[in-house]
């Protein structure tokens, strides 16, 4: 599904990623693992398309070129972060902002766009199975939202979507520990052959509750250390230091 | 100027005047011939060249026009939206009905020597007294709520070229009653200069809800000063949507005469193009205990310019004032332009005033945001927007016509 190769990736001409090599196949859950300011951040900003950053490498994704693709062409083909920090967006109705994007992403593959009625009916059944409380779509997008709503959004976002590449950026921060099972449920409702992910965190726990295939370490912009995912485990007693 | 007496001859020749209106119209006349179309050397006027502005869009300004009014189209009238009407077209009165209202208790007068009680507090007012023929004054008797909003239709059509016009409303509310009037233009003229004076007198315990809508993008210049008198708990509300004349200012001066009574002035400017619109506002709180807030939202594309000065008077007998003014802007080009000056002046010690400003452009990271959403750069671009724009158009109470004015700028819901 996505083959990323020797990716470099340089902002204000500080090099954060220094040759980056992964590949992930339809199906798997990828972890990635890494202490502050290693790229952990660059990595899901540059698959997702951020502009700011001097890029190059080789990135595949379902065959396609990734980088020459535009920040929505990637939501499009089924690309989607889970931010580490949801943007809040003053004035914008969360429903109608979801109802824009899913229709977006169905115009784009020539699918039938959903009206109002068939939108609501799929928001409160994704809402549901989050435990999500529905009058918060009503708000504005993510604004005066709590950190678990933000995340919890997030992953709604995700589940309604319905991606085939999710990234997600660190999404267990910020998180008690209710809240972490709720989001890692609905993450696991997901999983299925077709579908990816990229699991970005700073800590073991959250591996807990989503089993990655494979966890990769992340250090000063490579990947130092690939394995199981009782790797994690190993990093969670050790600590970085040990790689490094 | 030559031209300018040889029209004002002929208006005074037009109309049936008494010695008195005639000699009224004649002392502001020459005042505005004193001090012609303000230019920026006038403090007020420092960021709106309006001669420099006239000049060089209008060539040969005439002061006097005899259009045989032509037949109105229907089609600009608001449809599904029940309401009285006083059409302007082309500066002339052509149509007044009140038939939602108790005749009794909305009394409608065209008398021009009513004219007489404006005061000439700047040249263009003076060429407006000087020069108005179509006059017209709405009564709202007292313990009376009018059923429907009034909209006052602004029409120019596209014979109409050159000329400046000079448009009058006095309205005024007695005790305990209500108005809710919606000011629309509809331009299909070009390279005029639109000169409207209003003047609002809401006595005590009513409420005057006054919606400007200038929304058709359109050549002409215009200049709207609203004077508004409030008394003993009293309430102006205000909105101008400001996006579709070349140019615009829209001044208003608002007396808080009494206690209680509160002001409300929220207001969007969203421009293109070489559009420069301003809005210039002058609160006095002349009693205790009287309320002002201001709210204006400014989207600037292009090389568009837009203004806001916003003064708030607070007299020394005006305890316990609440006065508040904001204003924020999102410029989207470089060569766009906001000015804003905020003025407090303030006489008393017990009060609480504030003014805020901020201008910046939109927040990349939210359109980021949006578009790893599948939304494209446009759609994401006019979310943002629209999205900024909402809070002032919020600030409109009356549920009917805040979903007009809503769909008038395409926020949808």
């Known amino acids: 599904m996505l083959q990323i190769k020797d990716l470099k990736a340089k902002i204000d001409n500080k090099e954060i990623l220094k040759g980056l090599n992964l ?30 950053y001097t890029v190059s490498g080789n990135v595949t994704y379902l065959n396609e070129n990734l980088l020459d693709l535009e920040i929505e062409e990637r939501a499009h083909k089924g690309i989607f972060l889970a931010f580490q920090y949801p943007l809040e967006i003053p004035g914008v109705n969360t429903n109608i902002f979801l109802k824009t994007s899913l229709n977006a992403i169905k115009k784009a593959k020539g ?48 589940s309604i979507l319905n991606p085939k590449l999710s990234i997600l950026d660190e999404t267990d921060s910020g998180l008690d520990i209710d809240a972490l ?38 250090i000063n912009g490579k990947i130092v250390k690939s394995g199981g995912s009782e790797l994690a485990l190993e990093l969670e007693s050790k600590g970085y230091e040990s790689l490094s | 100027m030559d031209q300018l007496k040889i029209d004002f001859d002929k208006v005074i020749e037009g109309l049936k005047l008494s010695d008195e209106n005639i000699s009224f119209r004649k002392k502001n006349f020459n005042q505005f011939v004193e001090n012609g179309f303000p230019n920026k050397r006038v403090e007020d006027w420092k960021f709106s060249d309006l001669n420099q502005i006239i000049s060089s869009n209008i060539e040969n300004l005439h002061f006097h026009s005899n259009f045989a009014p032509s037949k109105i189209d229907e089609a600009i009238f608001i449809d599904k939206f029940a309401h009285n009407k006083i059409v302007y077209l082309n500066g002339t009165i052509s149509n007044v009905d009140f038939n939602h209202e108790d005749d009794t208790k909305v009394l409608v007068t065209r008398d021009l020597s009513k004219n007489e009680n404006f005061k000439e507090v700047n040249p263009l007012v003076s060429l407006n007294n000087a020069l108005t023929a179509s006059y017209i004054r709405v009564t709202v008797k007292e313990n009376y709520s009018s059923n429907k909003p009034l909209i006052i239709y602004n029409i120019t059509t596209k014979d109409l070229k050159s000329t400046a016009l000079n448009l ?45 809508i200038d929304h058709k993008i359109n050549s002409n210049i215009k200049y709207c000063y609203n004077n508004i008198n409030l008394e003993k708990n009293s309430i102006s509300e205000n909105f101008i949507l400001s996006t579709g004349s070349k140019f615009i200012k829209n001044e208003i001066n608002c007396n808080l005469n009494d ?78 332009e906001f000015d804003g000056k905020p003025e407090l002046e303030i006489y008393a010690d017990d009060v609480k005033c504030s003014h805020g400003a901020t201008s ?20 994401s671009k006019e979310l943002l927007i629209n999205g900024f724009l909402l809070d002032a158009v919020e600030k409109i109470t009356d549920e009917e016509i805040k979903i007009l004015i809503k769909k008038m700028i395409g926020i949808t819901e």
């Open chain 2, 168 to 212: 009058k409303t006095d309205i005024v509310l007695e005790k305990n009653s209500s108005l809710k009037v919606i000011n629309l233009f509809d331009d299909n003229s070009e390279n005029n200069f639109i000169n409207i004076v209003q003047n609002f007198d809401i006595a005590q315990d009513s409420t005057l809800k006054n919606y400007k």
């Open chain 1, 181 to 218: 099972k709720i989001v890692s449920e609905g993450v696991n409702a997901l999983r299925s052959k077709e579908s990816s992910f990229l699991i970005i965190t700073h800590y073991q726990r959250l591996l807990e509750y989503i089993k990655p295939d494979f966890v990769h370490v992340l």
């Open chain 1, 111 to 158: 699918e039938k766009e959903l009206d109002a009625i068939e939108f609501l009916k799929l928001v409160k059944q994704k809402a549901a199975e989050l435990k999500f409380d529905e009058k918060i779509l009503s708000r504005q997008l993510n604004v005066g939202f709590s950190g678990g709503e933000k995340k919890k959004n997030e992953i709604l976002q995700m």
């Open chain 1, 23 to 52: 590949e992930i196949k339809p199906g798997e859950v990828h972890a990635i693992m890494g202490p502050n300011g290693s790229g952990k951040s660059t990595l899901s900003n540059v698959l997702s398309g951020k502009k700011g």
């Open chain 2, 360 to 379: 910046g452009n939109l927040d990349e990271d939210a359109i980021f945001y949006l578009m790893s959403r599948g939304l494209s750069h446009q759609q």
């Open chain 2, 259 to 336: 206690e209680y009574s509160s002001a409300f002035i929220n207001g969007i400017l969203n421009l293109t193009k070489s559009q420069h619109h301003e809005i210039k506002t002058n609160i006095n709180h002349l009693a205790e205990n009287t309320k002002s807030y201001q709210l204006i939202k400014s989207v600037l594309n292009d090389s568009a310019k837009g203004i806001y000065q916003g003064k708030i008077y607070v007299d020394s007998k005006a305890q316990k004032t609440n006065g508040y003014q904001l204003s924020k802007a999102l410029l989207l080009n470089e060569n766009t």
